[in-house]
């Protein structure tokens, strides 16, 4: 499997990606928003796109779609309850359904709702696990809920599915948030030595040439799988007094989306 990383230079800080077999050459693209970049990495790459992927509705994931059909013919990949929301799906994909790309690329369709609840992050199994996972993850991050998702959905993917997977899992989400997302960590938990390290690697990066981080590395840095901290928990009851001493896991979550919303 090769990925090729594609970075917009939008206002949204968008990544898109190509996914390509090295046999065949044939490739799947991941949200093309910049569908010219996309078109033109594939030429250069000698590769054929002839699927691609919505991992949500959302116009910044979905607003190459209708170029990068009519250049290539390719065929457009979404949630199956996503339908009415995404125009011009060929084939609406639920949990565990597997995605082939040329003869060796086989992704796993994941069910991860929160950031909107018809979304679909893609694993990749393969010697180095990969998983692109549009808004749902990023980089010391989660997704928002406040455009069609839900908090409660989003902390059920966290926990029963993503916390789950493979720690040396590389994490290819849909947007570089990196340096702020780290920032908010060490806002909930100054102590944090994982992100007082990666901190000035990406601070005012070309995110052309981010890290890529592992799952592993993430519950070191990213506040979001970190919910048992005692540090974090102190720091939250601060600004949530009514939370115990000892929070379920779900209300933390809860709690840390509600300020990263301000922040």
Not at 155 to 172: E, I, K, M
Not at 191 to 217: C, E, F, I, K, M
Request: a negative charge; one cysteine or more; charged letters at 20%.
């Amino acid at each position: 499997m090769i990925v090729e990383r594609i970075w917009t230079g939008n206002a949204y800080r968008n990544f898109n990606y190509l996914i390509a077999c090295p046999e065949t050459g044939e490739a799947l693209a991941i949200d093309p928003l910049d569908h010219e970049k996309c078109l033109s990495m594939a030429r250069v790459r000698g590769w054929q796109i002839t699927q691609l992927l919505n991992t949500h509705e959302h116009s910044d994931h979905t607003g190459g779609n209708a170029a990068m059909v009519a250049a290539t013919g390719a065929k457009l990949i979404a949630h199956h309850k996503a339908g009415s929301r995404i125009r011009g799906v060929d084939r609406g994909v639920k949990a565990g359904d597997v995605i082939k790309v040329g003869k060796t690329v086989e992704l796993e369709c994941l069910d991860t709702p929160g950031h909107t609840l018809c979304h679909i992050c893609l694993f990749a199994h393969a010697e180095q696990p990969a998983l692109f996972s549009g808004d749902t993850l990023f980089n010391a991050g989660a997704g928002n809920t406040h455009n069609g998702g839900d908090t409660d959905a989003l902390y059920d993917t966290f926990a029963r599915q993503l916390d789950r997977l493979p720690g040396d899992t590389r994490l290819y989400p849909g947007h570089d948030y990196i340096e702020s997302n780290l920032k908010f960590t060490l806002s909930r938990e100054p102590g944090n030595q994982a992100a007082q390290a990666l901190l000035p690697t990406v601070t005012a990066h070309d995110p052309a040439r981010s890290v890529v981080t592992t799952l592993a590395q993430e519950k070191q840095h990213n506040a979001f799988f970190r919910l048992g901290n005692a540090a974090i928990i102190a720091k939250l009851r601060e600004r949530f007094p009514e939370l115990p001493e000892e929070p379920e896991a779900r209300s933390v979550f809860a709690a840390l989306r509600a300020l990263r919303n301000e922040w």
